[in-house]
């Protein structure tokens, strides 16, 4: 009895130290727009104090995007001086609409800016010559900017001075173009943003085999309102107008074929407006024998170019692997990021920064993505997780902003194909567990693989809903309700792989079933499929998380660091994955996948067709 308490209690001392700790390492990250108390804004511009901004026109080339220069002048500069970019240019209203804290006096500042920098950021003699000049990338974003100097710090902004007003040349034009898998393999689907509603232009997509004659394809526009958010901040402070979502669907592609294509906007003087070009190639044929190469990551969020907004080191690692993704692009043939997209958490702005962060990626190469916490959860709203970790956007974002071929885009479950593989992919924020709605349209799923034709069978979903040693909360690995509930259909239709993001770090298992490895080897296996292997691939860019106290059998290898995974099919039988660190696109870790058809068919544990002794 006393050996046993002796070892009990280290135990439950690592558990509880362990505990205090976990809610730093699974997703403490504050969205930087929500440290500003915008609400608690007064007037106190300074006759001292200047703000000016060039060039005044942006985009006169068909920029999406461009550098600003900003002039800052204060007689009585300080330390927590801080500038703001807003937009629309105009912030200041006569009051503010589903105000949870209603303002006391002007100014009435019903929006948070867009982004900040502190004055003293690229100047650091600021604080004793009064006298600054920062640097910003402004993106097209459908309105106009202003520039407006705080003091006071983020918690008690006290406005000092404000910029002129600068603008793009063509603040509604089409932009960041990101492209999805329809519902068929030989569809593929353009969603992009503008300034235009249906009675201003007509959206339509101009594409066609590269080097030939161009066809027209319509599109259809969504856009939503304030009231078709949940909460805060998303209905308050965080709230901006989102434009127009637009979605054409091109049909009847030529598989593997190298497709051009351009947004268009028809105006109804007859006049056009278009985007430049952008090019794809199509979906090949399911089952067909090629070179196939597929990339899957979670958390990746954005972060800004210039600087601005990171003193909370929210997304380090976020253009890195933006970055690896860009100049790899020629040897990647389909992107899946399964959640938590943006974090842009209540803050709609956020949406356009992360489409344009992802723009030479999603309109090149189909951007599947998947529904996290930080797209779905709010209190009350059906999301299985009791949290407001969306911010109140409760999913209307990324259902709007990206399309996926799921039959109800409000549950964000769906498979599809992709040569010789098949992705199941699961909405890990409505309920996953045996009997429910999700769980059945996971097993027909999982069902419905040819794998005489598809033998690469793979799962994935935000969440950990099987075996992740970072997760260790209630004592247990991954989520425990999810691995029971699924890894019995894992187990039976031998599912290869399945994927996860939400913790913030790469882990691989061993092949596993019911906690246990049933195969010795490390990074080549062959012959019959007994066991699915777990990835976690949350390393995208968000804060990093660390890994549990216990050393467990299963977890084969771990790396706190920003990556991404790749899976290659070279043909039928024979699959490599390989692990790549964001910092330099470099292989740390990778194993393959040999065999043949009849060891798909083979019998396994929970894993057998039935037969009979009949003749």
Same mark, same amino acid.
């Given at each position: 009895m006393e050996s046993f308490l002796s070892l009990k209690v280290p135990l439950i001392l690592l558990f509880l130290v362990y505990c205090v700790a976990a809610h730093a390492r699974h997703g403490v990250g504050e969205q930087p727009l929500s440290k500003i108390a915008i609400h608690r804004a007064l007037y106190a511009l300074h006759e001292n104090a200047s703000i000016k901004v060039e060039p005044v026109l942006l985009g006169t080339k068909g920029e999406d995007s461009q550098w600003v220069t900003v002039e800052l002048k204060h007689t009585e500069p300080s330390q927590d001086d801080w500038v703001a970019v807003f937009s629309p240019a105009n912030f200041n209203s006569s009051s503010c609409p589903d105000d949870d804290e209603p303002r006391q006096q002007a100014p009435y500042i019903c929006s948070a800016p867009i982004k900040y920098k502190f004055a003293n950021d690229s100047s650091a003699g600021y604080t004793k010559t009064g006298k600054a000049t920062l640097k910003f990338q402004l993106i097209n974003q459908r309105a106009d900017f202003s520039f407006a100097l705080f003091s006071g710090g983020l918690s008690n902004p006290k406005l000092s001075a404000v910029s002129n007003i600068i603008t793009f040349a063509n603040p509604k034009a089409p932009l960041y173009p990101r492209l999805s898998q329809g519902k068929s393999w030989n569809e593929m689907t353009v969603t992009w943003t503008s300034g235009y509603n249906i009675n201003e232009a007509v959206p339509f997509v101009e594409w066609g085999l590269k080097g030939e004659s161009q066809t027209q394809s319509p599109a259809g526009t969504l856009t939503f309102s304030r009231n078709a958010m949940c909460g805060a901040p998303a209905r308050t402070v965080g709230w901006r107008d989102p434009g127009f979502i637009h979605t054409s669907f091109l049909k009847e592609l030529w598989p593997n074929t190298p497709y051009t294509y351009k947004l268009g906007h028809r105006l109804f003087n007859g006049s056009f407006i278009w985007s430049k070009s952008y090019y794809f190639k199509s979906s090949p044929y399911p089952g067909e024998d090629s070179l196939q190469r597929v990339v899957i990551f979670g958390d990746m969020g954005k972060a800004e170019r210039d600087g601005s907004n990171e003193y909370s080191n929210?997304?380090?690692?976020?253009?890195?692997?933006?970055?690896?993704?860009?100049?790899?692009?020629?040897?990647?043939?389909?992107?899946?990021?399964?959640?938590?997209?943006?974090?842009?958490?209540?803050?709609?702005?956020?949406?356009?920064?992360?489409?344009? @962060?992802?723009?030479? !990626?999603?309109? *090149?190469?189909?951007?599947?993505?998947? %529904?996290?916490?930080?797209?779905? $959860?709010?209190?009350?709203?059906?999301?299985?997780?009791?949290?407001?970790?969306?911010?109140?956007?409760?999913?209307?974002?990324?259902?709007?902003?990206?399309?996926?071929?799921?039959?109800?885009?409000?549950?964000?479950?769906?498979?599809?194909?992709?040569?010789?593989?098949?992705?199941?992919?699961?909405?890990?924020?409505?309920?996953?567990?045996?009997?429910?709605?999700?769980?059945?349209?996971?097993?027909?799923?999982?069902?419905?693989?040819?794998?005489?034709? @598809?033998?690469?069978? !793979?799962?994935? *979903?935000?969440?950990?809903?099987?075996? %992740?040693?970072?997760?260790?909360? $209630?004592?247990?690995?991954?989520?425990?309700?999810?691995?029971?509930?699924?890894?019995?259909?894992?187990?039976?239709?031998?599912?290869?792989?399945?994927?996860?993001?939400?913790?913030?770090?790469?882990?691989?298992?061993?092949?596993?079933?019911?906690?246990?490895?049933?195969?010795?080897?490390?990074?080549?296996?062959?012959?019959?499929?007994?066991?699915?292997?777990?990835?976690?691939?949350?390393?995208?860019?968000?804060?990093?998380?660390?890994?549990?106290?216990? @050393?467990?059998?299963?977890?084969?290898?771990?790396?706190?660091?920003?990556g991404f995974g790749k899976l290659t099919a070279f043909n039928h039988s024979s699959l490599l994955f390989e692990y790549k660190r964001s910092s330099d696109g470099k292989v740390y870790d990778s194993f393959t996948i040999s065999r043949d058809y009849r060891d798909v068919l083979a019998c396994v544990h929970d894993g057998c067709e039935p037969t009979t002794l009949a003749t």
């Open positions: 929210y997304q380090p690692g976020s253009l890195n692997t933006t970055d690896q993704l860009v100049n790899d692009l020629n040897n990647i043939d389909i992107v899946f990021h399964i959640g938590d997209l943006p974090y842009a958490n209540g803050y709609i702005s956020q949406w356009d920064q992360f489409t344009s @962060q992802v723009e030479p !990626i999603a309109s *090149a190469v189909p951007y599947m993505i998947g %529904s996290g916490n930080h797209e779905r $959860d709010v209190p009350g709203t059906g999301s299985f997780y009791d949290t407001n970790d969306s911010g109140g956007e409760c999913g209307v974002l990324a259902e709007t902003m990206f399309y996926v071929p799921a039959e109800n885009r409000a549950k964000f479950w769906y498979s599809t194909d992709y040569g010789m593989f098949h992705f199941c992919i699961a909405d890990s924020e409505h309920d996953w567990r045996e009997g429910s709605e999700q769980y059945k349209f996971i097993e027909k799923c999982l069902a419905s693989a040819d794998r005489q034709k @598809q033998p690469w069978l !793979i799962f994935a *979903a935000h969440r950990v809903l099987g075996y %992740s040693s970072s997760y260790w909360e $209630d004592g247990s690995y991954g989520e425990p309700m999810g691995r029971e509930s699924l890894q019995k259909l894992w187990q039976k239709y031998k599912v290869d792989i399945v994927f996860f993001g939400h913790i913030h770090n790469y882990e691989r298992t061993c092949p596993i079933y019911q906690n246990q490895c049933v195969n010795t080897e490390r990074s080549h296996y062959s012959g019959t499929v007994n066991g699915t292997i777990n990835i976690v691939v949350g390393g995208g860019g968000s804060h990093l998380s660390d890994f549990g106290p216990v @050393q467990t059998s299963w977890s084969l290898f771990r790396d706190s660091n920003y």
